[in-house]
């Protein structure tokens, strides 16, 4: 792997037509700007401002021109996989369709956990009328983790970073209004994002198919076209083998489609018709079987599923009828209430609801198809520092473990 310190417009810029199979981007995200829809139909950032403002958010031009080069450099059927916030998402989004990628199915970076940081309302009230707050304790635990931070250390402003985040006495000194205004909005917080993200949308890109399928761009592929990058999945290679079985009723006298009250179709009152279907039906399940089923594209925690599993109840194997009911009046008059309903009969199967998800025991496996870190370690932070000047310590908690970059 090469590593270049180098703009990326500039480099992708240097890149042939059609040679890249996929672009990785992980761009500022503006966290302190505002995107707002110019007189020219464009969307534009406000004052574009990234992290502490210490450097310049690249414009819309940049982005305008970056995925113009992208869909370039990119083969057919190539992708981009683009990190962002949902705040954000727009300007990204607009540009890459203006140059012609298609916008597919996102990635999500879930970060598990996360807390509100936003401006304090009832103090600020205070400080406009000239209010005095009286002083009534002391967060010690909050004062000896800034203590220990770059934030309380003065790393940050001794490296040219607005000095934004107070002092630590200051930050851990609690305090009551001095006004009644105040007192009304005790713990009321505002900012562009008050409730803090819990994750990032890994969007994806994807340039267009050489041909009018992509099953043309795979022969033409094999023949030896450099310049295609099949838009494919080999999704068989993810499913999950189960003992559990995977028949659901499809394989049942009349099948489980035909069960659907409301679905009715010529054919499903040809006996000969019927047959065929089922034998077709067990094919598919038989194939379905000894392959495992397909994976869950949630992912939830072994603790979690068990809240599930609790909610819903464990079904044994085998059909049953059902003895739940719908209860209530107006239907369609008052959210979450029904006329009295029969519930529809169990089909074949076993366990509660978590068992169509994947899981993970977070806490005993490192390393799944999702990745859990509540923090990038202090020593990967400081990876690849020590040959600068400064020689300074990151505490930017913000970055991505180095493991995640191999794996997607």
């Known amino acids: ?194 409730m803090k993200q819990v994750l990032e949308t890994i969007m994806v890109f994807q340039k267009g198919t050489k041909n009018k399928s992509v099953l043309d761009d795979v022969f033409d592929f094999e023949n030896g076209d450099t310049t295609i990058s099949p838009s494919t999945w080999a999704i068989d290679d993810g499913r999950v083998p189960t003992s559990d079985s995977l028949d659901g009723g499809a394989t049942s006298s009349d099948g489980a489609v035909i069960s659907k009250d409301g679905f009715d179709r010529p054919w499903m009152h040809d006996e000969d018709k019927l047959a065929e279907h089922k034998e077709k039906m067990k094919e598919k399940v038989a194939q379905a079987q000894a392959t495992g089923r397909y994976p869950s594209q949630l992912i939830v925690d072994t603790e979690i599923a068990e809240a599930l599993d609790e909610q819903s109840g464990t079904l044994t194997s085998g059909a049953r009828k059902s003895s739940y009911t719908r209860r209530g009046k107006n239907p369609n008059d008052t959210y979450g209430k029904f006329n009295e309903v029969q519930m529809d009969d169990a089909k074949k199967d076993s366990g509660g609801a978590s068992r169509i998800l994947h899981q993970i025991a977070y806490m005993d496996e490192e390393l799944d198809i999702a990745i859990y870190s509540s923090k990038v370690s202090t020593k990967e932070r400081n990876a690849g520092t020590t040959t600068y000047e400064l020689n300074q310590k990151i505490d930017n908690k913000t970055l991505k473990l180095i493991k995640s970059y191999i794996t997607l």
């Open 1 to 194: 792997m090469t590593i270049e310190n180098i703009c990326a417009l500039e480099k992708i810029k240097k890149l042939k037509d059609n040679s890249q199979d996929i672009i990785f981007a992980d761009p500022p995200y503006a966290l302190g700007s505002t995107v707002f829809i110019d007189t020219d139909g464009k969307p534009k950032y406000k004052s574009a401002k990234d992290f502490m403002s210490k450097w310049e958010m690249p414009d819309h031009t940049f982005w305008e021109s970056f995925f113009v080069e992208a869909n370039r450099v990119l083969k057919y059927g190539g992708r981009i996989l683009f990190f962002g916030i949902d705040r954000q998402l727009m300007l990204f989004q607009y540009y890459g369709v203006a140059a012609k990628l298609e916008i597919k199915q996102s990635l999500y970076w879930y970060f598990m956990s996360s807390f509100p940081k936003s401006a304090d309302l009832s103090k600020n009230i205070d400080k406009r009328l000239g209010a005095k707050r009286e002083v009534v304790g002391y967060d010690e635990e909050k004062a000896k983790k800034m203590a220990n931070s770059a934030f309380g250390s003065g790393v940050y402003k001794e490296n040219g970073f607005n000095d934004n985040s107070m002092d630590v006495d200051g930050a851990c000194t609690i305090t009551e209004a001095g006004s009644d205004l105040g007192q009304k909005y005790t713990g009321y917080r505002y900012s562009l994002s008050p």
